[in-house]
């Protein structure tokens, strides 16, 4: 039946993930004033709705 399928969720590795952030952080540098350095990752997890 059409509609009745399961979405898979889309999956990013932790690495992807990581680096996603720091690019959207160095984005916003400039508004932030300074070099952006030692970002690191602390948690990982699904949203509620299991999509991201």
Do not use: H, W
Not at 24 to 33: A, D, P, Q
């Amino acid at each position: 039946m059409a509609g009745t399928e399961k979405l898979t969720p889309p999956v990013v590795g932790i690495q992807q993930a990581t680096q996603n952030a720091t690019n959207y952080l160095e984005s916003l540098r400039s508004f932030m004033g300074g070099q952006i350095c030692d970002i690191r990752l602390e948690e990982v997890e699904l949203s509620e709705d299991e999509r991201f």
